[in-house]
């Protein structure tokens, strides 16, 4: 190859080969610089220049038609094409990506005979490629850890001499690892991308450039020193299929770095990397110190003499194990050892905030986006919500506008499908409903599906009506369009709602499924709850919540007829949400002493209470569902203990039938068991139940019991417990006339000369300890 082209070969994302490219830049001086990208970001390379462009960020590239059908290539401050593409815009040098163009990965992508846009090194070598390609140096150096062995070799190492001696070097690695690299996909795959930069250097000399640069993955070098005539490479890459595609600049992460996705990531360590391309000297000592700043802000007591003996420990660990820089691992060891007592939980924080890091790129405004992009970064400028990497709690109050917006946004975002905000459980216990609390976090992915939604509307809004419009049509469920009506009202997509309340009504005409019904409830009630604190009309659900929960009540008893367990656990969960649902439905106007939607909800529960007991198909309602109505019932006032108590003893009668009662005491018992603490006559008839139960009738019944009680209370446990253990519960005839135990003189004598010793008394084996107390005849319990 001409001497005019200087191949510059690279690991991703690397600060020793960023240093490298830095230094041989500066000694070659040249007058184009070509970077392994895509071409298409050619247009937007010159972006890299702006104040405002502050890695780490990738360049996004997707499919017009298939927005889904994306690839990034991440760029952080230590990698290699950055450091190049910086240096182009600071001394005015053309600049090109060289790469395959993306129009061209994506449709081979999905050809059935295409080469795959990118594979892992696993998948590599399952496709008999030569795998990780510093994996294979280590090895050959005697090395296990091919991480520590590049460490020692390339990252840790200062520039020095001639800037070009290290680039010699990698190549002639390379070049041997590629003469034993058998073919396969990645190799045919790489056989294309090679082609195109080939065409491109060539493409570059044509231009009148003497001096250019190419900065590319160390192991294409050896493909591109030994060009074939520009003939081979036009044959090579004539007819490929190409696709539209758009490309942008995006914010990337240092933590989506540090996982094993996108363009030449999976570094494991992006924060120390970044440490040490930002710390030419005295990088431990630094690191060491930043280590402290950390744990200190964490209310652990580190002093500087903790990080002078860190700083010590890790140089000698370096010593011991033929190191020439402490690294990561024995920067970790000395940290665990000093700073956090051994502790690996302590560690895990360090790991976490430094050792990936939290940082979170920006790009400027110039950058190309779609309209919903734009609109979006103009919310989160205006409700001062700045996107961020690592994961923070917000507590929104929605009676102030400012954050009822914040609520909207986050809400119409999560219906697009962007979980910048998740709902979270508030630290303060509050029922009412003004208040909101958020766990935001930022991933970079969510570039890709504003991209996606670009074709609902131009601004959130607009995009959530049309998502919100477009999934009532075609949703087959009630339940799926009751939970859309609630979403419409939390995000304040007025614009939507009539579009769903129609799709709405018509289905809750049509079903007459009481299972469906019931799920359906609860989401409008809610619903219902959110009109008088954010301000939206919802009227329009009160007439369908209400005819819901009046068809619900009328088909309630015979749904609950005939069904099996599993079918009686379901139903028994609807019962719940219906019975709370139906509770927070507000009265309307004009609405008589009867009329309330929870008058006709109780009568329904008292029919199905009355029942029968289930004694096969279709003749009867378990007795989990009788048993619930009954616990309903009576915790709503509208049944007393007596009468509870006398339906409960019908059920734990001898005619019954054990299965049936136990069924009945697990839908009693399941809002919690403090009530048999409270009358004793429950807890009475319960323990003289489960005492009569025969013995292999009790082993079948096992299953249930346990998962009833486990159910309870722990404090409620074991005081029923520690009842039972006192002596029988039942009130009956069989416990009042209990004969009372005698008293065993011989055995009460035993203990005296013991109580004697402990209370310093005389020897009571002459003189009785006290005198003989005649016993009364009482019961056992008194």
Request: charged fraction near 25%; proline fraction near 8%.
């Given at each position: 190859?001409?001497?005019?082209v ?5 690991r ?10 830095a230094?041989?830049l500066?000694?070659?001086k ?9 071409p ?7 972006l890299?220049?702006?104040?405002e ?30 450091v190049?593409l ?7 040098v053309?600049?090109r990506?060289v790469?395959?163009p993306?129009?061209h990965?994506?449709?081979l ?10 594979t ?15 994996a ?9 850890d091919?991480?520590r ?10 520039p020095?001499?001639?800037a ?5 070097a990698v ?23 090679e ?6 250097i ?10 250019i ?17 520009a003939a ?6 004539a ?5 539209k595609?758009?490309i ?12 094993h ?5 999976g ?6 990397y970044?440490?040490l391309?930002?710390?030419p ?8 110190t930043?280590?402290?700043?950390l744990?200190?802000a964490?209310d ?29 691992g ?6 665990r ?16 905030r430094l ?10 405004d110039g ?12 919310l ?19 009676r ?29 216990n ?6 909101e609390?958020?766990?935001l976090?930022?991933e ?6 504003v991209?996606?939604a ?16 477009r ?28 579009a769903v309340?129609?799709?709405?009504a018509?289905r ?15 989401a409008?009630?809610r ?13 329009a659900?009160d007439?369908?919540?209400?005819g819901?929960a009046?068809r ?16 009686a ?6 019962l719940?949400a ?10 309307a ?8 939607p929870?008058?006709r ?18 003749t009867?309602?378990?007795?989990l569902l009788?048993g ?20 409960m003893?019908l ?19 399941a ?6 603490l ?6 009475g008839l319960l323990d003289?139940w ?7 009738t ?12 486990s159910g ?30 005698e008293l065993?003189?011989?055995?009460a004598?035993a203990v005296?000369?013991?109580l ?18 005649p ?7 008194t």
């Open positions: 190859m001409s001497a005019e200087t191949l510059l070969g690279v991703h994302h690397g600060p020793g080969s960023a240093r490298a490219v230094a041989a500066e000694q070659l040249p007058d184009a610089v070509l970077i392994e990208g895509p298409e970001a050619d247009a937007i390379a010159a890299a220049a702006d104040k462009m502050q890695p780490p960020v990738a360049l996004l590239a997707h499919v017009v038609d298939d927005p889904a059908r994306a690839a990034f290539w991440p760029f952080a401050v230590f990698s290699p094409e950055w190049a910086r240096y182009a815009a600071d001394h005015d053309p600049v990506f790469d395959l993306a129009a990965t994506f449709a992508a999905e050809a059935p005979s295409g080469v795959p846009g990118g892992s090194d696993e998948a590599a070598e399952a496709e008999g490629g030569i795998g990780d390609p510093i294979a140096l280590a090895e050959a150096a005697g090395h296990d091919p991480e062995w590049w460490e020692d070799v390339v990252e840790h190492r200062a020095d001499g001639d070009l001696a290290p680039f010699a190549a002639e690695a390379m070049t041997a690892l590629r003469e034993t690299a058998p073919a396969g996909p990645r190799a045919r795959r790489d056989d294309l991308r082609a195109y930069m080939r065409q491109q060539r493409a570059a000399r044509r231009a009148g450039h003497r001096r640069a190419v900065v590319c993955g160390a192991w294409h070098v050896p493909a591109l020193q030994t060009m074939p005539t081979h490479d036009r044959a090579l890459l007819g490929l299929p190409k696709v595609t758009r942008t600049w995006v914010p990337w992460t240092h933590r989506r770095l540090a996982q996705t996108g363009y030449g990531a570094i494991d360590s992006p924060g120390w970044h440490h391309f930002t710390s000297d005295r990088p431990v000592t630094r690191w060491m930043g280590i402290a700043d744990l200190r964490e652990h007591p580190v002093s500087s003499a903790h990080v002078i003996e860190a700083v010590r420990l890790a140089e000698t660990l370096a010593v011991l194990r033929g190191r020439p820089l402490a690294g990561l024995e920067t970790l060891d000395a940290v050892s000093v700073m956090c007592d051994g502790s690996d939980v302590t560690l895990a924080l360090v790991h976490d050792v990936v890091g939290e940082a979170l790129g920006e790009v400027p950058a190309p986006a779609v309209p919903l992009q734009r609109d979006l970064a103009r989160q400028r205006s409700l001062r919500l700045k996107p961020e990497a690592a994961e923070r709690e917000l507590v929104l109050d929605l102030k506008d400012l954050d009822a917006e914040r609520s909207r946004l986050l809400h119409r975002l999560r219906l697009l499908g962007i979980d910048w905000g998740a709902p979270a459980r508030s630290a303060v509050s029922t009412g409903t003004f208040r609390t958020w766990r976090h930022w970079p992915e969510y570039a890709v599906r991209v996606e670009a074709h609902w509307g131009t601004t959130v809004e607009d995009a959530a009506c049309g998502k919100a419009a999934q009532a049509a075609d949703a087959t469920d009630l339940a799926d369009l009751t939970g859309l009506v609630e979403q419409c009202l939390l995000a304040g997509l007025t614009g939507a709602l009539p309340m129609r799709a709405l018509d809750a005409a049509l079903d007459t499924d009481v299972a469906h019904l019931a799920a359906a409830l609860p409008l009630v619903a219902l709850r959110y009109g008088d604190v954010r301000g939206t009309d919802a009227t659900l007439g369908v919540a209400r819901l009046e619900i009540g009328v088909g309630l008893p015979p749904a609950c007829t005939g069904l099996d367990a599993d079918g656990a379901a139903m028994r969960a609807h719940d219906v019975h709370a649902a139906v509770g927070l439905l507000p009265p106007a004009g609405d008589g002493p009867g009329d309330h929870a008058e909800w109780a009568a329904a529960l008292h029919s199905l209470a009355a029942r029968e007991p289930s004694g096969g198909p279709a009867g309602v378990p007795g009788r619930r109505a009954v616990r309903l019932l009576l915790d709503e006032g509208r049944l007393d203990s007596a009468e509870a108590g006398r339906r003893g059920v734990l009668s001898p005619a019954g039938a054990p299965a049936d009662a136990a069924g009945w005491i697990e839908g009693f018992l809002g919690g068991g403090a009530l048999l409270h009358d004793t006559a429950l807890l003289d489960l005492t009569g139960v025969p013995g292999d009790l082993i079948d019944l096992l299953p249930v019991l346990r998962r009833t009680f309870l209370e722990a404090g409620v446990r074991r005081t029923i417990g520690e009842r039972a253990a006192a002596g029988p519960l039942g009130t009956g005839a069989a416990a009042a006339a209990a004969p009372p135990e065993d003189e011989q055995r004598d005296l000369p013991v004697a010793l402990l209370l310093g008394l005389p020897d009571v084996t002459t003189a009785p300890l006290l005198p003989r107390i016993r009364q005849p009482t019961g056992r319990n």
